[in-house]
């Protein structure tokens, strides 16, 4: 056995040998440039060749990219309505492809066959959207070359033809952003002409209901802003906001509830419209008086990134399983606001919450200090094997139980990745927490790894959360 076992490894070996040695990829129709930015490159390489259209498509979607501030792949999500059925002008989505990391094997590039070009481009995590459209001047260079037909041989572009070609690219890849396309905030255009078509992804099932909305007669609390230069994680700089209800009483302790990526948790015109819903339900008396502090992931530098979603420490702190961010929470950040108000030292009247990264950090939080923090709201959690912690599951499973109520959000549409099966893993925790009796609730959907379903049941789950009562385990 161990000898023909043996065989079959060396010529398993040698035959691996002899592939890798060889180039496996596909060799790309394209004459590369000294001058070539290395994004042409990239593009040139995964389409095959050079071409106006393939950079068209590669330049609307670093605009739009940029332009909803995300990082791409797997916060992006891009739906493209035009005369897109059939070469060359089907070229563009493998443009939008190679700019935004939108693909459709993760469903997030859709395409829907109409006879003006309309591109929407929106950040998963943040709910941020905006349309472009091409500009006249991009529309002209796209038009202006004509095949030759004297000297095609039907099997391709010709030599002069391949570089006319590559000519209007390289055109189109230098012009100015103001000549390429025309963005517009919100992207309405685009996205109700994939709903007319029937172009389903799952996010399109969840609306934001009255309570994340502003109503007459209902106070506003305040919010402020701050900057913060941590020692903890030393040499990070950070926003962060703190919330304050209308009805605070210096005189009595509120209750806290952090969150992480503050900023797109705060936000009036995001997802999750935070400050609108505390306001509604803090009136109705369907949550307590609770001051909400939304602090964004350090970044190691003198200044916050453009993008908060790519802080360079983030997935440092919110990814990693030990107790040191609940730390920063409890000996930098809350003796910082409790200067100016009066919070709780209760831990059944703390919670916290975070989206992705942000989720598991907030269950890393209570799970590491149940005496400071008992409340837990993740959405589209990413327990998986970013820094560990995929073995949470397991982890809650064979530990004593903590008296934790946690809240779990996620949709059967999300990540799939290297790391692991965001679905998969939401559901595994649900089940363990299940198993130990603890107080819990999972809500299941079709959304993607964004915000739009935890933001549309964000009320509901604020009301479970802070219901009366404290969290119940029945341990097994």
């Known amino acids: 056995m161990f000898a023909r076992d043996f065989q079959f490894a060396i010529i398993f070996a ?13 060799a790309p129709d394209y004459d590369q440039h000294p001058s ?10 995964l389409h095959g060749h050079l071409g106006p259209s393939v950079v068209a498509g590669a330049r609307i979607g670093m605009i739009g990219r940029d332009a909803v501030g995300a990082k791409g792949y797997f916060d ?24 935004t990391g939108a693909t459709t094997g993760k469903r997030t590039l859709n395409w829907v066959q109409a006879e003006k070009l309309v591109v929407r481009v929106r950040n998963t995590l943040t709910g941020e959207a905006v349309e472009l459209q091409p500009t006249p001047a991009l529309l002209g260079l796209l038009a202006s070359f004509k095949p030759d037909a004297k ?9 002069q033809e391949h570089e006319r070609l590559e000519e209007i690219a390289r055109k189109i890849a230098a012009m100015p952003v103001s000549e390429v396309a025309i963005v517009t905030p919100g992207g309405e255009a685009a996205k109700d002409t994939r709903e007319s078509h029937a172009i389903h992804t799952g996010n399109e099932d969840y609306k934001l209901g009255p309570d994340s909305m502003r109503h007459e007669g209902v106070p506003k609390g305040s919010v402020t802003r701050s900057v913060w230069h941590s020692k903890i994680y030393p040499g990070t700089v950070r926003d962060y906001y703190f919330y304050v209800p209308a009805q605070y009483d210096e005189k009595t302790p509120a209750c806290v509830m952090v969150f992480q990526d503050g900023h797109a948790y705060v936000s009036e015109t995001g997802e999750f419209r935070v400050p609108v819903v505390f306001d509604n339900l803090i009136h109705k008396g369907e949550m307590p008086v609770t001051i909400g502090i939304f602090i964004d992931p350090g970044h190691l530098g003198s200044d916050s990134p453009g993008n908060r979603w790519q802080a360079s420490n983030r997935s440092f702190e919110y990814d990693n399983l030990s107790d040191q961010y609940a730390r920063f929470l409890l000996e930098e950040i809350l003796p910082e606001v409790g200067k100016k108000y009066k919070l709780t030292n209760d831990p059944e009247r703390r919670a916290v919450c975070g989206i992705s990264s942000g989720g598991i950090c907030a269950f890393t ?19 998986t094997n970013i820094r560990g912690g995929h073995v949470y599951p397991s982890l809650i499973r064979s530990s004593s139980v903590r008296p934790l ?9 999300d990540l799939d990745n290297p790391y692991g099966n965001w679905w998969l893993a939401n559901q595994e925790m649900a089940a363990a927490l299940k198993f130990r009796g603890y107080d819990y609730k999972f809500v299941g959907g079709t959304g993607t790894h964004g915000g739009t379903h935890g933001g549309a049941i964000l009320p509901d789950s604020l009301r479970w959360l802070w219901r009366s009562g404290e969290p119940t385990a029945n341990a097994k």
């Open 14 to 26: 040698a035959v691996a040998a002899v592939c890798f040695a060889e180039d496996r990829l596909p």
């Open 36 to 45: 070539d930015p290395a994004w042409l490159v990239h593009v040139a390489q």
């Open 405 to 413: 109520r946690v809240f779990l959000q996620d949709g059967s549409n």
């Open 151 to 159: 000297v095609g041989t039907g099997h391709g572009p010709s030599e």
């Open 76 to 99: 992006v999500e891009v739906t493209c309505v035009g005369p897109l059925a059939r070469p060359p002008q089907a070229c563009f989505l493998d443009g939008i492809q190679a700019a």
């Open 365 to 383: 939080v209570a799970w590491q200090r149940p005496d400071a923090f008992r409340k837990v709201l993740s959405h589209v959690g990413s327990f």
